[in-house]
T-cell receptor, first 115, second 115 residues
Framework: AQSVTQLGSHVSVSEGALVLLRCNYSSSVPPYLFWYVQYPNQGLQLLLKYTSAATLVKGINGFEAEFKKSETSFHLTKPSAHMSDAAEYFCAVIHGSGNTGKLIFGQGTTLQVKP | DAGVIQSPRHEVTEMGQEVTLRCKPISGHDYLFWYRQTMMRGLELLIYFNNNVPIDDSGMPEDRFSAKMPNASFSTLKIQPSEPRDSAVYFC?????????????FGPGTRLTVT
């Protein structure tokens, strides 16, 4: 069965610093992987997705993630944090063979950006 | 497109009352998901539908919860009778299950408070 593990429930960075949010996956089939962001009092919004094409995926708001099969990782990065990036971030993997549409979400990582 | 629409946005009710949450998915999407989010348990999938048919309701907490999707543009989640521990934010999401898709689009959520 597919699953994802997000390392670190809280990450704090200074404005302008590198953002690195970690996600490791477990999957018996080639995975489809996603990163979502949730701003306060809002629903989740898709940041980016990996669907077995390019291993480096670029998303919205300057975020990107790299799929590394050897490390079973899909970490999210942004070169320079902005105050508006403060939010909760969720990594997710498609359940099963991809035909169910069901996503398995990680527990989330709260990103704090300090001025 | 207006995105996923949920109503009401906020609901305050007394223990024992019936609560009905509503969702209108994005037109053309064939999957609909109901989630619950709390501080303690994070984001939980309650049930999801494909082409209006319930596929997996294993996340529904107990018989007090029921969900329906009478047509492609409307779904309800009902709690009867409601209890204080049902207090949470309930999200509806929809997706299109085509190849290389499956990203889910979330509504703004309904914040339920049961007193």
């Amino acid at each position: 069965a597919q699953s994802v593990t997000q390392l670190g429930s809280h990450v704090s960075v200074s404005e302008g610093a590198l953002v690195l949010l970690r996600c490791n996956y477990s999957s018996s089939v080639p995975p489809y992987l996603f990163w979502y962001v949730q701003y306060p009092n809002q629903g989740l919004q898709l940041l980016l997705k990996y669907t077995s094409a390019a291993t480096l995926v670029k998303g919205i708001n300057g975020f990107e993630a790299e799929f590394k099969k050897s490390e079973t990782s899909f970490h999210l990065t942004k070169p320079s944090a902005h105050m508006s990036d403060a939010a909760e971030y969720f990594c997710a993997v498609i359940h099963g063979s991809g035909n169910t549409g069901k996503l398995i979400f990680g527990q989330g990582t709260t990103l704090q950006v300090k001025p | 497109d207006a995105g996923v629409i949920q109503s009401p946005r906020h609901e305050v009710t007394e223990m024992g009352q019936e609560v009905t949450l509503r969702c209108k998915p994005i037109s053309g999407h064939d999957y609909l998901f109901w989630y619950r989010q709390t501080m303690m348990r994070g984001l939980e999938l309650l049930i999801y539908f494909n082409n209006n048919v319930p596929i997996d309701d294993s996340g529904m907490p107990e018989d007090r919860f029921s969900a329906k999707m009478p047509n492609a543009s409307f779904s309800t989640l009902k709690i009867q009778p409601s209890e204080p521990r049902d207090s949470a934010v309930y999200f509806c999401a929809s997706s299109f299950g085509g190849v290389h898709s499956y990203e889910q689009y979330f509504g703004p959520g309904t914040r339920l408070t049961v007193t």
